[in-house]
């Protein structure tokens, strides 16, 4: 089996393109119920444009979303969760809570579906619904088959939560099930110290494997530092607010799968998991529905495995049909992608978003062209609908007002005559650096993109934001650490 990153919804990608029992090991860490949207913020690498926020997924609910899962869970859902589902509704009606549940519930029965008999689900939530999601997989899986509730430490108290009136929380809940009795588990142990020896016991070689990891309050507070790596989250970190540790993920992985085993991850973000699987030897399967996420895990995986790391990415356009349809369907995910093509950002920040809320400020490219090594940009406009001259007039009217040095815009629909010669009105950009004109006003067609091959001009970007932070490389298991020196 070959390693797949899907782009798109992990409903539909998994009815159609997941078989029944075909994965060992499921983590998913689905958005928490928790009603706010999170942000990738980007950071210009000079240090001179203020950062933009964007938003990178919403974890709000609206019922009238649910109402189609709900109503197909009651007409072909098993009789179990029909009756569950139809109880939560009595109970809590149709709000966003109840469009959450629908939602992961219709996800939940998939999940159960393509796990093998020997499989396991590791569900990472928060109390904003674990109360409620375990009913849900005690119906799905059975109770008989609840292992534990896992307690995730999160991280150090500090800020508001030491002065709030209340107790302070401090923990996501990891519930853990299996499919049926036969089920992988390895247990994990910290190795004793050298010096070890058991109260009373005289024959050393007799020493149990070591303390489980899961009993960190009996290793000292380094060893238990050194173990979870709390310390090097940091180092970690790409950006994605709801990132998780790779450490936590290796636990689990190496807990209840083998090398070779099928890893999925339905819920991917910035592929915590996909990078843990891939350490470790394991095949996976990793979905999002953001393009921002699946960009982020290729670049991730780049950095830190380089070409070792084989597999397919399914679900981006790669013809015109396709982006269109990508156009159709969501009007900001069309945006992330077509600046992509390109290396633009998106533009957001107070600023930006103030600025691009009037004047079609999409996306920016920055470049260093000036003696003094002074930032750049392109100012980039998409339009995935209908377009015309006058949108050329208004990019470059926004170029000049905001002093850019060139605009780009990119339509879905092909440019008529007229754009293109109110374009090529526009003059051209000189380029100190590189010695050359570029033209100031410049129109990419999706269509000619993959047709035609068309691209472009544009001189080199500065490098990458800070929401595509090189991530760190990383040493499989079982390889020579020394023949990954970089020398
Ligand atoms: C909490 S984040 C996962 C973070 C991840 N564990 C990590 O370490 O980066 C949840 C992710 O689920 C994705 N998501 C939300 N709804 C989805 C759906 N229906 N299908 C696929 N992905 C979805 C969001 O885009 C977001 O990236």
């Given at each position: 089996?070959?390693?797949?990153?899907?782009?798109?919804?992990?409903?539909?990608?998994?009815?159609?393109?997941?078989?029944?029992?075909?994965?060992?090991?499921?983590?998913?860490?689905?958005?928490?119920?928790?009603?706010?949207?999170?942000?990738?913020?980007?950071?210009?690498?000079?240090?001179?444009?203020?950062?933009?926020?964007?938003?990178?997924?919403?974890?709000?609910?609206?019922?009238?979303?649910?109402?189609?899962?709900?109503?197909?869970?009651?007409?072909?859902?098993?009789?179990?969760?029909?009756?569950?589902?139809?109880?939560?509704?009595?109970?809590?009606?149709?709000?966003?809570?109840?469009?959450?549940?629908?939602?992961?519930?219709?996800?939940?029965?998939?999940?159960?579906?393509?796990?093998?008999?020997?499989?396991?689900?590791?569900?990472?939530?928060?109390?904003?619904?674990?109360?409620?999601?375990?009913?849900?997989?005690?119906?799905?899986?059975?109770?008989?088959?609840?292992?534990?509730?896992?307690?995730?430490?999160?991280?150090?108290?500090?800020?508001?939560?030491?002065?709030?009136?209340?107790?302070?929380?401090?923990?996501?809940?990891?519930?853990?099930?299996?499919?049926?009795?036969?089920?992988?588990?390895?247990?994990?142990?910290?190795?004793?110290?050298?010096?070890?020896?058991?109260?009373?016991?005289?024959?050393?070689?007799?020493?149990?494997?070591?303390?489980?990891?899961?009993?960190?309050?009996?290793?000292?507070?380094?060893?238990?530092?050194?173990?979870?790596?709390?310390?090097?989250?940091?180092?970690?970190?790409?950006?994605?607010?709801?990132?998780?540790?790779?450490?936590?993920?290796?636990?689990?992985?190496?807990?209840?799968?083998?090398?070779?085993?099928?890893?999925?991850?339905?819920?991917?973000?910035?592929?915590?998991?996909?990078?843990?699987?891939?350490?470790?030897?394991?095949?996976?399967?990793?979905?999002?529905?953001?393009?921002?996420?699946?960009?982020?895990?290729?670049?991730?995986?780049?950095?830190?495995?380089?070409?070792?790391?084989?597999?397919?990415?399914?679900?981006?356009?790669?013809?015109?049909?396709?982006?269109?349809?990508?156009?159709?369907?969501?009007?900001?995910?069309?945006q992330w992608?077509a600046l992509d093509?390109i290396?633009a950002r998106p533009a957001g920040?107070?600023?930006?978003?103030?600025?691009g809320?009037?004047?079609?400020i999409d996306g920016v490219y920055?470049?260093?062209?000036?003696?003094?090594?002074?930032?750049?940009?392109a100012i980039v406009s998409v339009?995935?609908?209908?377009?015309?001259?006058?949108?050329?007039?208004?990019?470059?009217?926004?170029?000049?007002?905001?002093?850019?040095?060139?605009?780009v815009?990119i339509?879905?629909?092909?440019?008529?005559?007229?754009?293109?010669?109110?374009?090529?009105?526009?003059?051209?950009?000189?380029?100190?650096?590189?010695?050359?004109?570029?033209?100031?006003?410049?129109?990419?067609?999706?269509?000619?993109?993959?047709?035609?091959?068309?691209?472009?001009?544009?001189?080199?970007?500065?490098?990458?934001?800070?929401?595509?932070?090189?991530?760190?490389?990383?040493?499989?298991?079982?390889?020579?650490?020394?023949?990954?020196?970089?020398?």
């Open positions: 089996m070959e390693n797949i990153l899907y782009y798109g919804d992990n409903l539909k990608i998994m009815r159609e393109s997941i078989e029944d029992e075909s994965v060992d090991l499921v983590y998913l860490d689905p958005p928490f119920n928790s009603q706010a949207d999170y942000n990738v913020i980007f950071r210009d690498e000079l240090g001179e444009a203020p950062p933009a926020q964007k938003k990178a997924f919403t974890d709000f609910w609206h019922w009238p979303e649910a109402v189609d899962e709900y109503e197909d869970l009651l007409e072909g859902g098993p009789e179990r969760i029909r009756r569950l589902i139809s109880g939560f509704y009595e109970i809590i009606g149709p709000n966003p809570i109840m469009a959450y549940l629908v939602k992961m519930t219709a996800r939940l029965i998939e999940i159960h579906r393509v796990i093998k008999r020997t499989g396991s689900l590791y569900l990472h939530c928060d109390p904003s619904a674990s109360h409620y999601l375990k009913i849900i997989l005690d119906v799905i899986y059975d109770k008989k088959n609840f292992r534990r509730e896992i307690i995730w430490r999160i991280g150090w108290v500090s800020g508001f939560k030491t002065k709030t009136a209340n107790w302070i929380r401090n923990h996501d809940t990891i519930l853990y099930y299996v499919k049926s009795g036969g089920f992988t588990f390895n247990k994990q142990y910290f190795p004793h110290r050298a010096d070890y020896k058991r109260r009373g016991q005289v024959d050393a070689t007799a020493k149990t494997p070591g303390i489980p990891i899961e009993d960190v309050w009996n290793i000292s507070k380094e060893e238990r530092l050194n173990s979870i790596q709390i310390m090097s989250f940091s180092k970690e970190k790409l950006g994605y607010a709801t990132q998780k540790p790779v450490a936590l993920l290796e636990r689990i992985i190496k807990s209840s799968s083998n090398e070779g085993d099928i890893i999925f991850d339905p819920f991917c973000g910035c592929g915590t998991t996909i990078e843990a699987a891939e350490k470790l030897n394991r095949k996976w399967i990793g979905i999002d529905i953001t393009y921002h996420a699946v960009n982020l895990i290729t670049k991730r995986l780049n950095d830190a495995f380089g070409d070792y790391c084989e597999y397919r990415i399914i679900g981006i356009p790669e013809d015109y049909p396709s982006a269109r349809a990508l156009a159709d369907q969501n009007k900001y995910e069309f992608w093509l290396g920040g107070v600023e930006e978003k103030k600025k809320a009037d004047l079609g920055p470049f260093i062209d000036d003696e003094d090594r002074k930032s750049k940009i339009k995935g609908g209908r377009t015309g001259p006058k949108d050329v007039r208004d990019l470059l009217g926004t170029v000049e007002r905001e002093k850019a040095a060139m605009g815009l339509t879905l629909n092909p440019p008529t005559k007229r754009m293109i010669v109110e374009a090529a009105a526009a003059g051209s950009y000189q380029s100190y650096v590189f010695n050359k004109k570029y033209p100031k006003i410049q129109i990419l067609n999706i269509k000619d993109y993959f047709e035609k091959k068309e691209s472009v001009q544009l001189p080199l970007h500065t490098g990458r934001s800070i929401a595509f932070k090189k991530a760190q490389k990383v040493v499989k298991e079982g390889e020579d650490n020394q023949n990954n020196l970089q020398i």
